[in-house]
Protein backbone atom coordinates (compact mmCIF):
# COMPACT_ATOMS: atom_id res chain seq x y z
CA UNK A 1 0.00 0.00 0.00
CA UNK A 2 1.64 3.02 -1.23
CA UNK A 3 -1.54 5.21 -0.46
CA UNK A 4 -1.66 9.06 0.64
CA UNK A 5 -5.00 10.55 1.68
CA UNK A 6 -5.53 14.05 0.76
CA UNK A 7 -8.90 15.81 1.65
CA UNK A 8 -10.67 17.45 0.37
CA UNK A 9 -10.72 17.18 -3.05
CA UNK A 10 -11.80 20.89 -3.79
CA UNK A 11 -11.56 23.83 -1.83
CA UNK A 12 -13.12 27.41 -2.31
CA UNK A 13 -12.25 29.62 0.19
CA UNK A 14 -12.65 33.39 0.32
CA UNK A 15 -9.95 35.62 1.70
CA UNK A 16 -11.27 36.27 5.58
CA UNK A 17 -11.88 32.44 5.89
CA UNK A 18 -9.68 29.66 7.77
CA UNK A 19 -9.50 26.38 6.84
CA UNK A 20 -7.38 23.35 6.46
CA UNK A 21 -6.16 20.60 4.20
CA UNK A 22 -5.55 16.99 5.86
CA UNK A 23 -2.95 14.36 4.83
CA UNK A 24 -2.99 10.95 5.85
CA UNK A 25 -0.61 7.97 5.29
CA UNK A 26 -0.25 4.85 7.05
CA UNK A 27 3.37 3.45 5.55
CA UNK A 28 5.16 4.07 8.29
CA UNK A 29 6.69 7.14 6.66
CA UNK A 30 8.28 9.42 9.01
CA UNK A 31 9.19 11.82 6.62
CA UNK A 32 6.10 14.38 5.26
CA UNK A 33 5.96 17.35 3.04
CA UNK A 34 3.76 20.12 1.50
CA UNK A 35 4.13 21.09 -2.13
CA UNK A 36 2.71 23.53 -3.89
CA UNK A 37 2.12 23.40 -7.46
CA UNK A 38 1.04 25.78 -9.51
CA UNK A 39 -0.45 25.46 -13.72
CA UNK A 40 2.44 23.93 -15.81
CA UNK A 41 5.13 24.55 -13.03
CA UNK A 42 6.43 21.76 -11.12
CA UNK A 43 5.98 21.14 -7.14
CA UNK A 44 7.56 24.01 -4.77
CA UNK A 45 8.14 22.46 -1.57
CA UNK A 46 6.89 23.88 1.31
CA UNK A 47 7.21 22.24 4.66
CA UNK A 48 9.20 18.72 5.76
CA UNK A 49 8.46 17.04 9.12
CA UNK A 50 10.65 14.44 9.84
CA UNK A 51 10.03 12.51 12.82
CA UNK A 52 6.81 14.66 13.40
CA UNK A 53 9.07 17.87 13.80
CA UNK A 54 9.34 20.46 11.18
CA UNK A 55 12.54 20.26 9.93
CA UNK A 56 12.16 22.92 6.60
CA UNK A 57 9.86 25.73 6.44
CA UNK A 58 10.88 27.39 2.93
CA UNK A 59 9.95 30.41 3.95
CA UNK A 60 6.26 30.17 3.52
CA UNK A 61 4.21 33.09 4.78
CA UNK A 62 2.39 33.05 7.83
CA UNK A 63 -0.97 32.53 6.51
CA UNK A 64 0.42 29.05 6.21
CA UNK A 65 0.90 27.15 9.16
CA UNK A 66 1.12 23.34 9.17
CA UNK A 67 1.06 20.60 12.00
CA UNK A 68 1.78 17.34 12.73
CA UNK A 69 -0.61 15.84 14.98
CA UNK A 70 1.13 12.34 14.77
CA UNK A 71 3.09 10.38 12.33
CA UNK A 72 0.32 9.57 10.63
CA UNK A 73 -1.15 13.03 9.50
CA UNK A 74 -0.56 16.33 8.64
CA UNK A 75 -2.44 19.23 8.30
CA UNK A 76 -1.72 22.53 7.01
CA UNK A 77 -3.63 25.31 8.16
CA UNK A 78 -4.87 28.56 6.11
CA UNK A 79 -5.80 32.14 7.37
CA UNK A 80 -6.20 35.10 5.20
CA UNK A 81 -5.38 33.98 1.83
CA UNK A 82 -4.97 35.90 -1.02
CA UNK A 83 -5.73 34.50 -4.86
CA UNK A 84 -2.41 34.23 -6.03
CA UNK A 85 -2.65 31.38 -3.22
CA UNK A 86 -4.93 29.41 -5.29
CA UNK A 87 -2.61 26.09 -6.70
CA UNK A 88 -2.64 22.76 -6.18
CA UNK A 89 -1.45 21.35 -2.58
CA UNK A 90 0.31 18.23 -2.77
CA UNK A 91 0.87 16.27 0.20
CA UNK A 92 4.43 13.52 0.15
CA UNK A 93 5.52 11.43 2.18
CA UNK A 94 8.79 9.31 2.72
CA UNK A 95 10.33 6.49 4.75
CA UNK A 96 13.48 7.84 6.47
CA UNK A 97 15.02 4.32 6.38
CA UNK A 98 16.36 1.37 3.77
CA UNK A 99 17.51 2.39 0.75
CA UNK A 100 14.67 3.00 -0.85
CA UNK A 101 13.95 7.07 -1.31
CA UNK A 102 10.86 7.22 -3.06
CA UNK A 103 8.43 9.79 -1.71
CA UNK A 104 4.78 9.47 -2.71
CA UNK A 105 2.09 11.62 -3.07
CA UNK A 106 -1.67 12.17 -2.34
CA UNK A 107 -3.67 12.88 -5.14
CA UNK A 108 -3.46 16.77 -4.12
CA UNK A 109 -5.94 19.30 -2.90
CA UNK A 110 -6.92 21.77 -5.53
CA UNK A 111 -7.62 25.59 -3.61
CA UNK A 112 -9.03 28.54 -5.09
CA UNK A 113 -8.92 31.64 -3.23
CA UNK A 114 -11.73 34.04 -3.94
CA UNK B 1 19.17 28.61 -9.88
CA UNK B 2 17.73 25.70 -11.27
CA UNK B 3 19.56 22.41 -9.87
CA UNK B 4 17.79 20.34 -12.26
CA UNK B 5 16.50 21.25 -15.72
CA UNK B 6 14.32 18.94 -18.58
CA UNK B 7 14.95 21.24 -21.42
CA UNK B 8 12.43 19.60 -23.64
CA UNK B 9 9.02 20.92 -22.82
CA UNK B 10 6.96 18.63 -24.77
CA UNK B 11 8.36 15.23 -26.64
CA UNK B 12 5.37 13.72 -29.15
CA UNK B 13 5.99 9.39 -30.41
CA UNK B 14 4.24 7.30 -32.14
CA UNK B 15 2.77 4.46 -30.22
CA UNK B 16 5.57 1.47 -30.10
CA UNK B 17 8.12 3.62 -30.40
CA UNK B 18 10.72 4.68 -27.85
CA UNK B 19 10.08 7.54 -25.90
CA UNK B 20 13.13 9.59 -24.77
CA UNK B 21 13.05 11.63 -21.82
CA UNK B 22 15.90 13.84 -20.34
CA UNK B 23 17.44 15.23 -17.31
CA UNK B 24 20.11 17.51 -16.16
CA UNK B 25 21.34 18.09 -12.83
CA UNK B 26 24.21 20.39 -11.76
CA UNK B 27 24.24 19.78 -8.24
CA UNK B 28 26.72 16.75 -7.35
CA UNK B 29 25.59 16.44 -4.33
CA UNK B 30 22.60 14.42 -5.29
CA UNK B 31 22.72 10.85 -4.99
CA UNK B 32 19.53 9.70 -5.86
CA UNK B 33 17.19 10.45 -8.78
CA UNK B 34 13.45 10.17 -9.32
CA UNK B 35 10.87 9.98 -12.41
CA UNK B 36 7.44 11.22 -11.87
CA UNK B 37 4.48 10.75 -14.04
CA UNK B 38 1.73 13.34 -13.50
CA UNK B 39 -1.80 13.64 -15.21
CA UNK B 40 -3.48 17.45 -15.16
CA UNK B 41 -4.94 18.11 -11.39
CA UNK B 42 -3.57 15.15 -9.91
CA UNK B 43 -0.69 14.23 -7.49
CA UNK B 44 2.86 12.69 -9.25
CA UNK B 45 2.99 9.08 -9.64
CA UNK B 46 6.13 7.19 -8.44
CA UNK B 47 7.60 5.63 -11.97
CA UNK B 48 11.31 4.51 -10.98
CA UNK B 49 14.21 5.36 -9.27
CA UNK B 50 17.62 5.24 -9.31
CA UNK B 51 20.53 5.28 -6.87
CA UNK B 52 23.90 6.91 -7.86
CA UNK B 53 25.96 3.82 -7.35
CA UNK B 54 24.35 1.98 -10.11
CA UNK B 55 24.24 3.15 -13.81
CA UNK B 56 20.70 1.78 -15.25
CA UNK B 57 17.64 0.69 -13.32
CA UNK B 58 14.83 -1.31 -15.31
CA UNK B 59 11.06 -1.91 -14.23
CA UNK B 60 9.16 -3.71 -17.39
CA UNK B 61 8.73 -0.82 -20.07
CA UNK B 62 10.64 1.96 -18.02
CA UNK B 63 14.41 1.88 -17.81
CA UNK B 64 16.68 4.97 -16.43
CA UNK B 65 19.86 5.41 -17.28
CA UNK B 66 22.59 7.64 -15.58
CA UNK B 67 25.48 8.96 -16.24
CA UNK B 68 27.06 10.72 -13.15
CA UNK B 69 30.41 12.59 -14.89
CA UNK B 70 27.97 13.87 -17.14
CA UNK B 71 25.28 14.80 -14.84
CA UNK B 72 22.63 13.31 -16.89
CA UNK B 73 20.09 10.70 -16.97
CA UNK B 74 17.30 9.80 -19.06
CA UNK B 75 14.29 7.72 -18.87
CA UNK B 76 13.07 5.46 -21.69
CA UNK B 77 10.00 3.71 -22.60
CA UNK B 78 9.55 0.92 -24.72
CA UNK B 79 7.01 0.71 -26.32
CA UNK B 80 5.24 3.48 -26.03
CA UNK B 81 1.48 3.62 -25.25
CA UNK B 82 -1.47 5.83 -25.46
CA UNK B 83 -1.92 5.65 -21.88
CA UNK B 84 1.92 6.89 -21.14
CA UNK B 85 0.79 10.60 -22.18
CA UNK B 86 1.14 12.77 -19.27
CA UNK B 87 4.17 15.20 -17.99
CA UNK B 88 7.00 13.32 -16.89
CA UNK B 89 9.13 15.30 -13.89
CA UNK B 90 12.64 14.29 -12.91
CA UNK B 91 13.50 14.54 -9.46
CA UNK B 92 16.58 13.99 -7.20
CA UNK B 93 17.70 14.46 -3.69
CA UNK B 94 20.61 14.53 -1.93
CA UNK B 95 21.14 12.08 1.24
CA UNK B 96 21.47 13.71 5.08
CA UNK B 97 18.58 16.07 6.73
CA UNK B 98 15.07 15.63 4.84
CA UNK B 99 15.81 14.66 1.75
CA UNK B 100 13.98 17.24 -0.34
CA UNK B 101 12.99 16.25 -3.61
CA UNK B 102 14.23 19.50 -6.08
CA UNK B 103 11.97 18.76 -9.49
CA UNK B 104 12.58 19.48 -12.80
CA UNK B 105 10.06 21.45 -15.26
CA UNK B 106 8.92 18.42 -16.41
CA UNK B 107 8.57 17.28 -19.93
CA UNK B 108 5.06 16.66 -21.31
CA UNK B 109 5.16 13.31 -23.68
CA UNK B 110 2.08 12.52 -26.17
CA UNK B 111 2.12 8.99 -27.21
CA UNK B 112 -0.13 9.09 -30.70
CA UNK B 113 -2.30 5.94 -31.37
Known amino acids: DTEVTQTPKHLVMGMTNKKSLKCEQHMGHRAMYWYKQKAKKPPELMFVYSYEKLSINESVPSRFSPECPNSSLLNLHLHALQPEDSALYLCASKSRQGPHREAFFGQGTRLTVV | DQQVKQNSPSLSVQEGRISILNCDYT??????FLWYKKYPAEGPTFLISISSIKDKNEDGRFTVFLNKSAKHLSLHIVPSQPGDSAVYFC????????????FGKGTKLTVNP
Open chain 2, 91 to 102: AASAQGGSEKLV
Open chain 2, 27 to 32: NSMFDY
